[in-house]
């Protein structure tokens, strides 16, 4: 039970390319989420699914894509990397009926 | 729109001491207010949560006291130890939507021996 994986780690681009995060998770959750984390920020989020087949922009979608696979992957796609993407990438889910969220461990992006 | 302030940035307290990190909401319509740990370079784990209908969860070392009228809420961290050293963030869900968290800053905390 690995519980929620992100893929890569760590990620260096330059402005203009684009890339896709990806996020899995084996508790057979209903609800997936992408977050980033800047400092003095907190954690804002981008976009979420509350369930299989549904998306919904969070607080700061501009920039970004999202895809719900099917219930254990949501994958975040930056079409044209900007350096104010520089973040930490967390995704995320819930059981949906209640309400803990469970995190990855993150990807580091940089965008020079 | 930051609803949910957190403070302090940041705090230092000694081992044994108490830690303390408040939180206050300007949405009345928040049904769940959780606490979240994160270690460097980890992903927040949840620590402990509240609902409205309770002033007070104390789950070991940890307390969250839950004020409705003042929208504040608090961790307290009872008998801090070096192992408690991380960053804090409080959070809050706002009612009927599914666990769509809004959350605060952050509380960088460090324990010292």
């Known amino acids: 039970n690995a519980g929620v994986t992100q893929t890569p780690k760590f990620q260096v681009l330059k402005t203009g390319q684009s890339m896709t995060l990806q996020c899995a998770q084996d508790?057979?959750?209903?609800?997936m989420y992408w977050y980033r984390q800047d400092p003095g920020m907190g954690l804002r989020l981008i976009y979420y699914?509350?369930?299989?087949?549904?998306?919904d922009k969070g607080e700061v979608p501009n920039g970004y894509n999202v895809s719900r696979l099917n219930k254990r992957e949501f994958s975040l796609r930056l079409e044209s990397a900007a350096p104010s993407q520089t973040s930490v990438y967390f995704c995320?889910?819930?059981?949906?009926?209640?309400?803990?969220?469970?995190f990855g461990p993150g990807t580091r992006l940089t965008v020079t | 729109q930051q609803q949910v302030k957190q403070s302090p940035q940041s705090l230092i307290v000694q081992k044994g001491g108490i830690s303390i990190i408040n939180c206050a909401y300007e949405?009345?319509?928040?049904?769940?207010f959780p606490w979240y740990q994160q270690f460097p370079g980890k992903g927040p784990a949840l620590l402990i949560a509240i609902r409205p209908d309770v002033s007070e969860k104390k789950e070991g070392r940890f307390t969250i006291s839950f004020n409705k009228s003042a929208k504040q809420f608090s961790l307290h961290i009872m008998d801090s130890q070096p192992g408690d050293s991380a960053t804090y963030f409080c959070?809050?869900?706002?009612?009927?939507?599914?666990?769509?968290?809004?959350f605060g800053t952050g509380t960088r905390l460090q324990v010292t021996l």
């Open positions: 699914s509350a369930s299989e087949g549904t998306t």
């Open positions: 959070a809050a869900n706002p009612t009927g939507t599914a666990s769509k968290l809004t």
């Open positions: 995320a889910s819930s059981p949906g009926l209640h309400y803990e969220q469970y």
């Open positions: 508790m057979n959750h209903n609800s």
């Open positions: 949405n009345t319509a928040f049904d769940y």
